[in-house]
């Protein structure tokens, strides 16, 4: 059995990438077979995160139009067992990922992997339809700002009537939600919304808090997810909310500040 | 509970702005939604071609035909409002 989990916010900018790319590591890291698909047809960029930008021969489109096969886009990850990431193309358009399309290919990664986390496009549109199309599981990324949480809320709605699931009357999408970019300090000045608020106002349980973090720019520079910098606040953020993904338990470290280990190593003046 | 809350006096912070103005537009846009998905998709068609019969008689404006479905108890209620004019009063007189 696979499990389908799309990486959704409706706002662009708030993690996404990020997230999927590191969540996928680390799912990946615990042994389960894993890919990560780009949806982001034409803004591609989870390969950048990835870093197998280099390596990218075939796409996801080219597979939908059988140009090539899966087994020709399909990158497999040179630091991880069990992790595989399929490109989104750079040259095409959203409108090329077809219903038809796009359900071959996902038939085809539930036959071989035991998670496929989608990594959704912004807004609310077509590609960003096409993403949570076919999804068991969400997560919501989304930031402590106005925008970002009504953004949400947007998406929310339409995984209850937009999703295969809504259509065939399934069980709902569940849903899990992650605030990213936190800076506790701020929440506790009263400038920023606190995770209780948020998640007061989405209704949707929470699975992490990922906090704002010098160690996010340094994996993109690099092109190794963030999972990888293990003693990282934002490394540590993503292995807990993997950890408690799977059924374990572990406390929420992100939504306090953190006095002396991580403010003395990630915040010098 | 902070010495403000116990005093009575309401912080305003902008965190605490940005909660409420969520709390309030979100309340609102789930409201419009779910009147929305419970309206069937004809209605648009039916506005239309209402419209079209009610212009044999009377030259009205597109807005002039209000259509809606809103649910009530148990009920669904098809709402129609057709508001004419003064000068449209004067239209129907002469045919
Ligand atoms: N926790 C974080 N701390 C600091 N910067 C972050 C964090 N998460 C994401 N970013 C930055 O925010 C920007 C947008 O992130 P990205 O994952 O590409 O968002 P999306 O895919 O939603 O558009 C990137 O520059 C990324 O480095
Ligand atoms: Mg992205």
């Known amino acids: ?269 | 509970m902070s010495l403000f809350d116990l005093l009575g006096i309401k912080q305003k912070n902008s965190a605490s702005k940005a909660r409420e103005r969520l709390k309030i537009i979100v309340a609102h846009e789930r409201a419009a939604n779910q009147a929305q998905m419970g309206a069937p998709d004809y209605l648009p068609s039916l506005q239309q071609e209402l419209l079209e019969v009610v212009r044999k008689y009377v030259d009205i404006a597109d807005d002039q035909v209000k259509i809606s479905m809103e649910k009530r108890n148990e009920l669904e209620v098809l709402e129609l409002n057709i508001a004419l004019t003064e000068a449209d009063k004067n239209d129907l007189n002469e045919n």
């Open chain 1, 1 to 269: 059995m696979s499990t389908v989990i799309v990486v959704t916010s409706g706002k662009g900018g708030v993690g996404k990438t990020t997230t999927s790319a590191a969540f996928a590591t680390a799912l990946a890291l615990r042994g389960h077979s894993t890919v990560v698909v780009d949806f982001d047809v034409g803004l591609r960029n989870l390969d950048l995160i990835m870093g197998c930008e280099r390596r990218v021969v075939y796409d996801f489109i080219n597979v939908i139009n059988e140009e090539g096969n899966l087994n020709q886009a399909l990158i497999k990850d040179k630091r991880v067992e069990n992790l595989y990431i399929l490109p989104a193309s750079q040259t095409r358009d959203k409108s090329a990922l077809t219903q038809v399309g796009v359900t071959r290919v996902m038939e085809a990664l539930k036959e071989r992997f035991e998670y496929i986390v989608c990594d959704s496009p912004a807004g609310i549109e077509h590609g960003a339809q096409m993403a949570m199309y076919f999804a068991d599981v969400a997560l919501i990324v989304t930031n402590p700002e106005v925008s970002s949480v009504r953004d949400s809320d947007r998406i929310i709605g339409m995984l209850a009537s937009k999703t295969l699931r809504a259509e065939q009357s399934l069980d709902p999408v569940k849903e899990h939600l992650i605030i990213s970019r936190y800076v506790p300090g701020r929440v506790n000045k009263g400038d920023m919304l606190s995770a209780d608020d948020v998640q007061d106002i989405l209704a949707i349980p929470l699975l992490g808090v990922v906090p704002e973090s010098d160690a996010v720019l340094k994996a993109s520079n690099e092109g190794v997810p963030v999972t990888f910098q293990e003693d990282s606040d934002a490394g540590q953020a993503y292995h807990d909310i993997t950890a408690r993904f799977v059924g374990e338990d572990r406390p929420q470290r992100f939504i306090q500040e953190q006095k002396g280990f991580f403010s003395r190593l990630f915040h010098h003046p």
